[in-house]
């Protein structure tokens, strides 16, 4: 079984620059969920959609962070402007349902550094 | 919202000795807590996780303990190996609304020393 894939791997933008990142769930998966994970930290979710609707986007600043996800497969994760601190770890996951118990299985990451 | 505390930050054990990992939560919703291993590079891997109706759970050399009185849960792991080597990360997911997103504890690097 395929699992999540991202991409880029890596991005180096200057700040006030926008960037954007993409993310294929596992076939099948109902929900997607982006989190950020600065270094040092635990990843925290920014959020969460269920099929292509947004269930959770309390975390999300929107003010220069959007995503999107077209069709309720791929999700698109877009900064605009970047500042400094955006610098991070950016990991998609997707689980099969909804619910406690529900396993959560995360990509490899995007590591942004804004210079 | 949920916030969730673990410790300790480090952890260094010799080959063959156990580890254990504390976590405690605030939000007595908490029904669902995941543990993650994550390597360098590479994305959280689920490990192990334990529902709220369930006082422990193990799996080969690791088990889950939870309190929900208290608050507090454990990842335990029996007779370490290098391979056991990574940051291990504790979460909780406090449904509300339809979300079931996890909130993570800081992590926890354990390092086994041969």
């Known amino acids: 079984e395929a699992g999540v894939a991202q991409s880029p791997r890596y991005k180096i933008i200057e700040k006030r620059q926008s960037v954007a990142f993409w993310c294929n769930p596992i076939s099948g998966h109902a929900t997607l969920y982006w989190y950020q994970q600065i270094l040092g930290q635990g990843p925290k979710l920014l959020i969460q959609?269920?099929?292509?609707?947004?269930?959770?986007d309390s975390q999300l600043p929107k003010d220069r962070f959007s995503a999107e996800r077209l069709k309720g497969v791929d999700s698109t994760l877009k900064i605009q402007p970047a500042k400094l601190e955006d610098s991070a770890v950016y990991l998609c996951a997707s689980s099969l349902g909804r619910g406690a118990g529900t396993e959560a299985f995360f990509g490899q990451g995007t590591r942004l550094t804004v210079v | 919202g949920e916030n969730v505390e673990q410790h300790p930050s480090t952890l260094s054990v010799q080959e063959g000795d156990s580890a254990v990992i504390k976590c405690t939560y605030s939000d007595s919703a908490s029904n669902y807590f995941p543990w993650y291993k994550q390597e360098l590079g590479k994305g959280p891997q689920l490990i192990i996780d334990i529902r709220s109706n369930v006082g422990e759970k193990k799996d080969q050399r690791i088990a889950v303990t939870l309190n929900k009185t208290a608050k507090h849960f454990s990842l335990h792991i029996t007779e370490t190996q290098p391979e056991d080597s990574a940051v291990y990360f504790c979460a909780a997911s406090s449904p509300g609304g339809g979300a079931d997103g996890l909130t993570f504890g800081k992590g926890t690097h354990l390092i086994i020393q041969p």
């Open positions: 959609f269920q099929n292509n609707g947004v269930v959770d």
